[in-house]
């Protein structure tokens, strides 16, 4: 059973650049979101979706782009890569998403550490 | 708004000791609480999570965490720290809707031999 798998696991971009942040999960879970971790700042939400084809933006989602369009995937893009964008991606998971319940356990992958020069 | 403070950035203690990370947060309503844990080059892992019932929740490797409401805190504790617990603790709240977690900025734990 593989959970939340990421890729890559590393890269290097210069500005400007675009690419894509892989994940995929294989516990059929309806929800999926993308977090980024900042030294002292903690895990801060980017974007997340209850299920294919609905996302929506978390607190940080300028910059990034996402999709939905199978249950076991959520590829989070960079259209334009820039240095503050350097951090570590985190992709995690939960069964279902009830509205308002903010009780389903998240399951994380081992994280993507990007660098923009 | 949702927030979740960690007073301490980095804490230290000597293998065998006991242990507290404090965590308090700021939500409106019935908060969801949870502790995860992040060894160096890994995911966070869930420690333990408090819905409702018992204040005192048990997780695990030997963890516990208590939910005082009239103080807005959920702090984590070990009675005796192994050198295996060196990581990064995270304290988070359920934000009341489709399981977004607003975390703390983390508590980095050292554990001297």
């Known amino acids: 059973n593989a959970g939340v798998t990421q890729t890559p696991k590393f890269q290097v971009l210069k500005t400007g650049q675009s690419m894509t942040l892989q994940c995929a999960q294989d516990?059929?879970?309806?929800?999926m979101s993308w977090y980024r971790q900042d030294p002292g700042m903690g895990l801060r939400l980017i974007h997340y979706?209850?299920?294919?084809?609905?996302?929506d933006q978390g607190e940080v989602p300028n910059g990034y782009n996402v999709s939905r369009s199978t249950t076991e995937d959520f590829p989070l893009r960079l259209l334009s890569a820039a240095p503050s964008q350097t951090s570590v991606y985190f992709c995690?998971?939960?069964?279902?998403?009830?509205?308002?319940?903010?009780?389903?356990?998240?399951?994380f992958g081992a994280g993507s550490r990007l660098t923009v020069l | 708004a949702q927030s979740v403070t960690q007073p301490d950035i980095h804490i230290t203690v000597s293998e065998g000791a006991s242990l507290e990370l404090r965590c308090n947060y700021s939500?409106?309503?019935?908060?969801?609480l949870f502790w995860y844990v992040q060894s160096p080059g890994q995911g966070l892992q869930l420690l333990l999570k408090y819905f409702s019932g018992d204040t005192l929740v048990q997780g695990i490797k030997g963890f516990e965490a208590e939910f005082k409401r009239s103080q807005s805190s959920f702090n984590l504790r070990k009675p005796s720290v192994h050198w295996s617990d060196a990581a990064e603790y995270f304290c988070a709240v359920g934000a009341g809707g489709y399981n977004k977690l607003i975390f703390g900025a983390g508590t980095r734990l050292a554990v001297h031999p």
């Open positions: 979706s209850v299920g294919a084809g609905i996302t």
């Open positions: 516990m059929n879970h309806e929800y």
């Open positions: 939500y409106g309503a019935t908060p969801y």
């Open positions: 995690a998971s939960s069964p279902t998403a009830p509205r308002y319940s903010g009780a389903n356990v998240l399951t």
